[in-house]
């Protein structure tokens, strides 16, 4: 971890505050609380996490070999105008 330079405004601020004593109890109810909201979050996956597979699988592959395509032709067409003369 990169230590405290003094030259962000917030993290100054959060370094300034006083440290707040927590009872043990009140300690593991946090962490109890933080457990779950993780484990809730876990066993949801992220909007996006179903089309990752779609787009590694297809899409991606798709897209490359496509420009791929585009830019072989392309450069064919170039090489006649340059070379062909037409």
Do not use: C, N
Request: charged share 20%.
């Amino acid at each position: 971890m990169k230590p405290f330079s003094g030259e962000d405004p917030l993290a100054r601020r959060l370094a300034e505050l006083p440290a707040v004593p927590l009872d043990p109890a009140v300690a593991d109810a946090v962490r109890r609380r933080a457990r779950a909201a993780l484990a809730e979050g876990a066993e949801r996956p992220a909007p996006l996490a179903r089309t990752s597979p779609a787009w590694a699988a297809v899409l991606l592959p798709g897209l490359l070999l496509s420009s791929g395509a585009v830019y072989v032709w392309d450069s064919v067409q170039k090489i006649g105008q340059i070379y062909g003369g037409g």
